[in-house]
């Protein structure tokens, strides 16, 4: 299942990672100060159902949804970012030792379904005695800014609350078991939530941050956005598996390509994100969120090397193809280096191998139809390997 953060808040996404689900985050763009409503919880429910149904609209295949935000209501009055360090001292005086109800606003929606479920969830926070100097510290880290109520109860501004009545994580971003009760209306179980989304590859941040100079950076993207050009038909969609940083697609953009990413890694997609706004998500290449028949072309760039079973790639890609759509991947990777440093073949064969693709792609009604190369970066003393890049092309029936 393909399940949607629609917030840009830190907090909201590190709680759903620690309760074990990784959540694709779309920013919705929503304007919240030109939102009204007639009390701060409905201020609060309404900006989520709204972050929620603009994340919606740009999506060109099944999700759920979730749609979230806060507001500080104290004297009856909403308090939420207050954006500026005049503004956040001027409530961190207001707030001293009083008591306020921090709102949170969820809304989900279920796309396969068409359910829409808007929930409001409540906490009573209790806030300590400050000092001038507590105060300009605390506006100083910038913290306050940016969050709503100006004031964190998971990060700096922790020890300035001195007692919570009500849902902890609400306070934090989101109620955890409202959204559990939220998911199971829409026939959603959360240990299902593990399952989608706990399998990832080995990237870390740091890995993931150094992965395209540490594999030829633009100019390899390039040359092999220029060979898959070579391959692709003109215009349709174009999902791409493993998109990894996103180099290689954002290349194909700007060739006039429309494409669509998936990763595993949340590290890569970090990255892609950017190259690639409002394009990517994260996705198993076994089980891919796609509808039946709605890809003009996929590719599969270093990635079926990579598998134990490449065999279940193709069934996948066999599925969301058109007929008459292609697939373009590359093959015999680690082949095409030790060639390239004079080596003899391995006697392992790997999941990219030529003969082993031919066979289980005819399986599933895809036939090699066309081949190109295109060069890699040398490595250490060694001759610059070219890497064979093949189409193959789902039958029409």
Not at 271 to 286: E, F, K, N, Q, S
Not at 337 to 351: I, L, Q, V
Request: overall charge negative.
């Amino acid at each position: 299942m393909r399940f949607v953060l629609a917030s840009q808040s830190p907090a909201r996404l590190q709680t759903l990672r620690s309760a074990g689900v990784e959540p694709e985050v779309i920013v919705s763009g929503v304007d919240e100060d030109n939102v009204t409503a007639e009390s701060p919880g409905e201020l609060a429910r309404s900006l989520a159902v709204l972050k929620a149904r603009a994340v919606v609209s740009t999506l060109t295949d099944h999700a759920t949804v979730l749609g979230c935000d806060s507001v500080l209501e104290i004297d009856g009055v909403a308090y939420g970012k207050p954006g500026t360090p005049e503004v956040a001292r001027e409530r961190l005086r207001m707030m001293s030792g009083r008591t306020g109800v921090l709102h949170t606003g969820h809304c989900l929606f279920d796309t396969r379904t068409r359910q829409e479920l808007r929930e409001l969830a409540s906490t009573t926070v209790r806030f300590a005695d400050l000092t001038e100097a507590e105060i300009d510290a605390y506006v100083a880290t910038g913290e306050p800014l940016v969050v709503a109520g100006s004031f964190t109860v998971d990060g700096l501004g922790g020890p300035f609350v001195t007692g919570i009545e009500g849902d902890y994580h609400n306070v934090v971003g989101l109620s955890l078991p409202l959204v559990r009760r939220m998911l199971a209306e829409v026939g959603i179980d959360w240990p299902s939530l593990w399952t989608a989304t706990s399998r990832k590859l080995e990237y870390d941040e740091t890995e993931a941050a150094r992965y395209d100079e540490t594999r030829g950076g633009t100019q390899r993207a390039q040359a092999a956005a220029d060979a898959i050009q070579e391959l692709l038909p003109k215009g349709g969609r174009v999902l791409e598996l493993a998109v990894g940083t996103g180099t290689v697609a954002a290349e194909l953009v700007a060739q006039g390509n429309l494409v669509h990413g998936l990763d595993l890694s949340t590290a890569m997609l970090h990255h892609a994100r950017v190259r690639l706004p409002g394009h990517v998500a994260a996705a198993d290449a076994t089980r891919l969120p796609v509808a039946d028949r709605r890809c003009d072309a996929v590719l599969a760039i270093w990635l079926l090397h990579l598998l134990d079973d490449s065999d279940q790639v193709l069934a996948e890609v066999a599925r969301v193809l058109r007929p008459d759509g292609v697939f373009i991947t590359t093959t015999e990777k680690r082949e095409s280096t030790r060639y390239a440093a004079g080596r003899t073949p391995d006697n392992h064969r790997s999941e990219d191998a030529l003969p082993l693709l031919v066979a289980r792609a005819a399986h599933h009604g895809l036939h090699l139809d066309g081949a190109t190369t295109f060069p890699g970066p040398p490595r250490g003393n060694t001759a610059t390997p070219l890497y064979p890049l093949i189409r193959f092309r789902r039958s029409a029936s």
